[in-house]
């Protein structure tokens, strides 16, 4: 059994990347591919094992997947977003809509898309 989450596989297709977790379930990123632009469409941790560092490693993969494509990447989701306002050196690698604003409108899009996601749920 896994006792260092940092220790899990990450594997993708070309869809989603993904983790299998201890018991069996799934963290995930779903993402798509526009015209050489990842786009990061959702991402879910089962919520036994959020605050874990596991949603910010899918991430990391991702990154590494588009910079060894040549991609640059499109946040969508909300998690995506805020990991974009979290670690503000790896903007280079967004589109140029993204890369380029500000911390109070990336902050308002994250807000707007969490309340969408939150909205879908109930």
Request: with cysteine.
């Amino acid at each position: 059994m896994v006792k260092n989450y940092m220790e899990l596989e990450i594997k993708h297709t070309s869809r989603v990347i993904y983790t299998v977790l201890p018991d069996n379930s799934k963290a995930f990123i779903r993402y798509r591919i526009v015209d050489h632009v990842m786009e990061l469409l959702e991402t879910y941790t089962p919520p036994q094992h959020r605050g874990r560092g596991i949603a910010r490693k899918l991430m990391d993969y991702a990154i590494k997947l588009a910079q060894e494509n040549n991609w640059l990447i499109k946040p969508i989701c909300s998690y995506s977003i805020y990991y974009f306002i979290k670690n503000k050196e790896k903007r280079k690698l967004l589109t140029p809509e993204f890369k380029n604003m500000s911390d109070d409108k990336l902050k308002k899009i994250f807000e707007e898309r969490l309340h969408e996601e939150q909205q879908k749920q109930t």
